[in-house]
C-alpha cells in the first residue's frame, strides 16, 4: 500500500500522539527521516516503541513545546528539513471553553513561533492537521473545501480558523511556501497490528473512545446524546474516517507538496454518514456482545449530520479512504484490549 518516494528529512509535531504516531509510521516505511516535537502532555514515549514496531524504523524524539523558538532552532538548525507535518496541539473541545487562553496559546501561538522558525530556517513545507468544525455543518452536505466557514462556539474550533487564516496570509505573502490543510472529519480505529491508537487520559469525550470503555467493562453504559434528530433513526450522524487512512493522506499531500507550491486545502473524511446507533451495532458485531447504551438529551454544540465530500482529495491527491466502519471499531475494540492490559 505505501510506496517509497523522494526520502525527506520531516519535522513531525505531536508525532507521539494518535493522528500523528500512525502518520510518523507510515512516513518511515514510505523512505522519510523523521524528528519528532512533542511535550508529551497528551501522549507518552510508549508510541515510539509502538512506531518502531510497525516501521521497523525509528524517529528521533525531542521532548519540548512548540512554542519553545529556541527549541526549534536546535532542531531546524541541523539543515535540510523539507518540511514540517503539525499536529501538536490541545483538542478537547469542553476543555477549550474553560481554558480558551491555553488554547489560543498552544494551537496559534504555537503555529505562529513555528511559522517563524521555518522562515528563519528556510523550510518550505508544511502540513497542517484543520478539522470539520471550521465549516458550518447547517450548510449543504456533502460539505465541500469551498462550503462556508461556521462560527464554532468554542476557542478549539476558532483556533483552527485562526490558524487556517494565518496560513492563508502566509502563502499569500511568500509564494515560495507550500502548505498543506487537511480537514479531518471523525478519526477513528487504530493501527491494525494494535501498536498503536487512541489513549485518552479520563473519560472520554468522543463515541469511539467511550463505547470502547463500556465494551471493556470500564464504564456502564454509553449515553447516546439525542435521541430526535432529523436522522433515519434519531441519533446524531458523523463521518467517521480510519486513522491509517488518515495517516496515508498526510503522506501524500507531502508528496503533492514537493510539486506544488501555494495553498491546498483537503477533506480527509470516509464521504458517508453513520449514526450513533450505527456505531454501536457495528461495535457489538467486533465485540460479540451488547453495548449497553441510554438515549439522553442532545449534548449542547453538536449538529445532528454532517459528512465530507472528498472528491477533491481523490482527484488531486488520488486519496480515497480504504478502511471500513467494521474495521474501524474492530481495530479499536483490539487497541482498547491492548490498553486494558498496560493498567
Ligand atoms: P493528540 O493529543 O493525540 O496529539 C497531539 C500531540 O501534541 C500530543 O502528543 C501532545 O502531547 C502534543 N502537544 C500538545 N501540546 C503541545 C505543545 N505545546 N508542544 C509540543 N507538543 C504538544 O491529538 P490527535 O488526535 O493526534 O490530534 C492531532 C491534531 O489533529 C491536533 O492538532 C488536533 O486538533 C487535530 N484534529 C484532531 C481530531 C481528532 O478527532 N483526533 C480531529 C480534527 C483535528
Ligand atoms: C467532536 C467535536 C469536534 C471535534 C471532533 C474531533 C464537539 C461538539 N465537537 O466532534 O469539534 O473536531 O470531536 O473528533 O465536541 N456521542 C454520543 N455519546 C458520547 C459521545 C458522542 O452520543 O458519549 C455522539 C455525538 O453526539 C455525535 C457523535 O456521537 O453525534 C460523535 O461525537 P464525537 O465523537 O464527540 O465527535 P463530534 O461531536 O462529531
Redesign the pocket.
Given at each position: 500500500m505505501d510506496n517509497k518516494v523522494n526520502a525527506v528529512k520531516l519535522l513531525v509535531t505531536g508525532g507521539a500522539g494518535y493522528i500523528g504516531s500512525h502518520t510518523v509510521a507510515s512516513l518511515l516505511t514510505n523512505g522519510h527521516d523523521v524528528t519528532i516535537l512533542d511535550d508529551l502532555s497528551n501522549s507518552t514515549a510508549s508510541s515510539i516503541r509502538g512506531i518502531e514496531q510497525v516501521s521497523g524504523r525509528s524517529p528521533h524524539l525531542v521532548v519540548g513545546d512548540i512554542r519553545d523558538g529556541e527549541c526549534l532552532d536546535r532542531i531546524l538548525r541541523g539543515g535540510d528539513f523539507g518540511g514540517v507535518l503539525h499536529f501538536a496541539g490541545l483538542?478537547a473541545?469542553?476543555e477549550s471553553v474553560r481554558h480558551p487562553a491555553r488554547y489560543y496559546s498552544v494551537n496559534v501561538g504555537g503555529s505562529i513561533e513555528l511559522l517563524a522558525a521555518m522562515r528563519r530556517h528556510n523550510v518550505r513545507r508544511l502540513v497542517f492537521s484543520s478539522?470539520?468544525?471550521v465549516y458550518d455543518t447547517e450548510a449543504e452536505m456533502p460539505l465541500q473545501e469551498s462550503s462556508p466557514s461556521g462560527h464554532?462556539g468554542?476557542a478549539?474550533?476558532r483556533s483552527k480558523q485562526m490558524v487556517e487564516q494565518i496560513l492563508t496570509d502566509e502563502v499569500g505573502s511568500d509564494p515560495s511556501l507550500a502548505v498543506a490543510v487537511l480537514r479531518?472529519f471523525?478519526?477513528v480505529g487504530a493501527h491494525p497490528e494494535a501498536a498503536l491508537g487512541e489513549a485518552p487520559t479520563g473519560t472520554p469525550?468522543?463515541?469511539?473512545p467511550?463505547i470502547a470503555q463500556v465494551a471493556a467493562g470500564i464504564r456502564p453504559y454509553?449515553?447516546?446524546?439525542?435521541g430526535d434528530y432529523p436522522t433515519p433513526d434519531g441519533?446524531?450522524?458523523?463521518d467517521y474516517v480510519h486513522v491509517m487512512d488518515l495517516a496515508r493522506g498526510h503522506v501524500l499531500a507531502l508528496d503533492f507538496l514537493c510539486a506544488h507550491g501555494g495553498l491546498h486545502k483537503w477533506n480527509l473524511g470516509a464521504g458517508r454518514a453513520y449514526s450513533?446507533l450505527e456505531?454501536v451495532k457495528a461495535f457489538e458485531l467486533a465485540r460479540g456482545q451488547q453495548i449497553p447504551y441510554r438515549i439522553t438529551g442532545?449534548?449542547p454544540?453538536?449538529a445532528a449530520s454532517y459528512w465530507a465530500d472528498v472528491g477533491k482529495a481523490a482527484r488531486e491527491l488520488r486519496w480515497t479512504p480504504q478502511y471500513t466502519l467494521e474495521d474501524m471499531v474492530r481495530h479499536a475494540w483490539a487497541w482498547q484490549q491492548v490498553l486494558a492490559r498496560r493498567v
Amino acid at each position: 500500500m505505501d510506496n517509497k518516494v523522494n526520502a525527506v528529512k520531516l519535522l513531525v509535531t505531536g508525532g507521539a500522539g494518535y493522528i500523528g504516531s500512525h502518520t510518523v509510521a507510515s512516513l518511515l516505511t514510505n523512505g522519510h527521516d523523521v524528528t519528532i516535537l512533542d511535550d508529551l502532555s497528551n501522549s507518552t514515549a510508549s508510541s515510539i516503541r509502538g512506531i518502531e514496531q510497525v516501521s521497523g524504523r525509528s524517529p528521533h524524539l525531542v521532548v519540548g513545546d512548540i512554542r519553545d523558538g529556541e527549541c526549534l532552532d536546535r532542531i531546524l538548525r541541523g539543515g535540510d528539513f523539507g518540511g514540517v507535518l503539525h499536529f501538536a496541539g490541545l483538542k478537547a473541545v469542553g476543555e477549550s471553553v474553560r481554558h480558551p487562553a491555553r488554547y489560543y496559546s498552544v494551537n496559534v501561538g504555537g503555529s505562529i513561533e513555528l511559522l517563524a522558525a521555518m522562515r528563519r530556517h528556510n523550510v518550505r513545507r508544511l502540513v497542517f492537521s484543520s478539522s470539520a468544525t471550521v465549516y458550518d455543518t447547517e450548510a449543504e452536505m456533502p460539505l465541500q473545501e469551498s462550503s462556508p466557514s461556521g462560527h464554532p462556539g468554542h476557542a478549539y474550533g476558532r483556533s483552527k480558523q485562526m490558524v487556517e487564516q494565518i496560513l492563508t496570509d502566509e502563502v499569500g505573502s511568500d509564494p515560495s511556501l507550500a502548505v498543506a490543510v487537511l480537514r479531518y472529519f471523525n478519526p477513528v480505529g487504530a493501527h491494525p497490528e494494535a501498536a498503536l491508537g487512541e489513549a485518552p487520559t479520563g473519560t472520554p469525550n468522543n463515541l469511539v473512545p467511550y463505547i470502547a470503555q463500556v465494551a471493556a467493562g470500564i464504564r456502564p453504559y454509553l449515553e447516546v446524546y439525542g435521541g430526535d434528530y432529523p436522522t433515519p433513526d434519531g441519533t446524531g450522524m458523523r463521518d467517521y474516517v480510519h486513522v491509517m487512512d488518515l495517516a496515508r493522506g498526510h503522506v501524500l499531500a507531502l508528496d503533492f507538496l514537493c510539486a506544488h507550491g501555494g495553498l491546498h486545502k483537503w477533506n480527509l473524511g470516509a464521504g458517508r454518514a453513520y449514526s450513533v446507533l450505527e456505531v454501536v451495532k457495528a461495535f457489538e458485531l467486533a465485540r460479540g456482545q451488547q453495548i449497553p447504551y441510554r438515549i439522553t438529551g442532545r449534548r449542547p454544540g453538536d449538529a445532528a449530520s454532517y459528512w465530507a465530500d472528498v472528491g477533491k482529495a481523490a482527484r488531486e491527491l488520488r486519496w480515497t479512504p480504504q478502511y471500513t466502519l467494521e474495521d474501524m471499531v474492530r481495530h479499536a475494540w483490539a487497541w482498547q484490549q491492548v490498553l486494558a492490559r498496560r493498567v
